[in-house]
């Protein structure tokens, strides 16, 4: 089924601890197979969105899972989103994302705030978006279906936008 980038945990309350509050860049990497020695396969780099200030990756699609506590960042996320907020105009020429959002709609004043805000905030200062963001919810029965199809769009998209899917190993 692929990559999925995202296997740490760093969600405050549990509903995200499957999925990181991360960027993940993902870039070529040539993998030698004996039945076929042109086949490619993906590096991917896993951080904290902090981790990703003023530096977001250029050189491959990056995707951002991410959740609202009470409607603010994660504490490993706060000084992205305000960076992102308040200090990244023009500062995302070349960044290709996609954002995923980890929610409980029984927080109805705050679902989704975070990753609705990064979602926009990254297309508004330059920033290239590979597919519409996702939303899970995890006080529905769909959640890990949500994500799956999200993934799904994201991995269709790559061979349009990206070189990862076409670069050959000789």
């Known amino acids: ?36 020695p042109g086949r490619t396969g993906f590096r991917a780099t896993m951080e904290t969105l902090d981790m990703a200030t003023k530096h977001l990756p250029t050189d491959g699609p990056v995707l951002i899972i991410t959740a609202s506590f009470e409607g603010q ?4 996320a706060r000084r992205f989103v305000d960076w992102l907020e308040h200090g990244a105009t023009g500062a995302l ?24 805000l990064v979602d926009r905030v990254l297309g508004e200062r330059g920033a290239t978006r590979l597919v519409e963001h996702g939303e899970g919810d995890a006080a529905s029965p ?13 991995w269709d998209k790559l061979p349009e936008v990206s070189e990862v899917v076409r670069l050959r190993c000789d």
Do not use: M
């Not at 960042?73 to 490993?76: F, G, I, R, S």
């Not at 954002?99 to 004043?109: E, K």
């Open 93 to 116: 020429a070349g960044v290709a994302f996609s954002v995923f959002g980890c929610g409980n709609r029984d927080w109805v004043q705050t679902y989704q705030r975070i990753p609705r």
């Open 1 to 36: 089924t692929g990559l999925t980038p995202g296997l740490q945990s760093h969600s405050r309350k549990g509903s995200c601890r499957w999925r990181p509050l991360t960027v993940s860049s993902i870039s070529p990497l040539c993998v030698p197979d004996s039945a076929d």
């Open 142 to 154: 769909d959640f890990f279906a949500d994500f799956d199809e999200w993934e799904k769009r994201v």
């Open 73 to 76: 960042p994660a504490d490993n």
